[in-house]
């Protein structure tokens, strides 16, 4: 992969919230918004969009270090999308300035680094640590 191809990649993805996507609904408090860990989500769906093209054959990411700030709340029935644009790129990193906006509402804003890694010798570590745990 050409890392540097990637400054400037962007991806976007978009979510209606539904109930199983709230706060109440994975027990983080007692309000039908969306929940933090959906926005997450959304935010890396978008980051792996946008750099979907640019990965070489065996490559994958993961998110390695993320930064979000929640600006509003919507509720169940919401339409959002999320926008990653690539803005800078160290190493094996790719960080990204997220935004996830309801029409032309900001609803939370931030970054998040995704590590480009090799999916195989990946999986192998990770599955050799499980192991090496039991």
């Known amino acids: 992969m050409n890392l540097e191809a990637v400054r400037g990649a962007v991806g976007m993805a978009s ?3 539904r109930a199983a996507d709230t706060s109440v ?3 983080l408090n007692d309000l039908p918004i969306l929940a933090t860990p959906t926005l997450l989500n959304i935010f890396e769906g978008a980051c792996s969009v946008a750099l979907a093209e ?3 054959s065996g490559e994958t990411s993961v998110t390695s270090d993320f930064a ?6 919507v509720g169940v029935g919401t339409e959002i999308r ?3 644009t690539c803005i800078e790129i160290d190493g094996q990193l790719c960080k990204f300035n997220i935004e ?7 609803i939370a804003s931030g970054t998040i680094s995704r ?3 090799d999916r195989v010798s990946f999986a192998a570590r990770i599955a050799a640590e499980s192991m090496a745990r039991e």
């Not at 979000?68 to 709340?73: A, G, L, P």
């Not at 996830?100 to 900001?106: D, R």
Request: glycine fraction near 8%.
């Open 100 to 106: 996830v906006h309801h029409g032309s509402k900001l």
């Open 54 to 56: 640019h990965l070489g």
């Open 82 to 84: 999320a926008h990653a």
């Open 15 to 17: 979510l209606t919230v």
């Open 115 to 117: 590590k480009i890694v």
């Open 25 to 27: 609904a994975q027990a």
């Open 68 to 73: 979000i700030t929640t600006h509003s709340s």
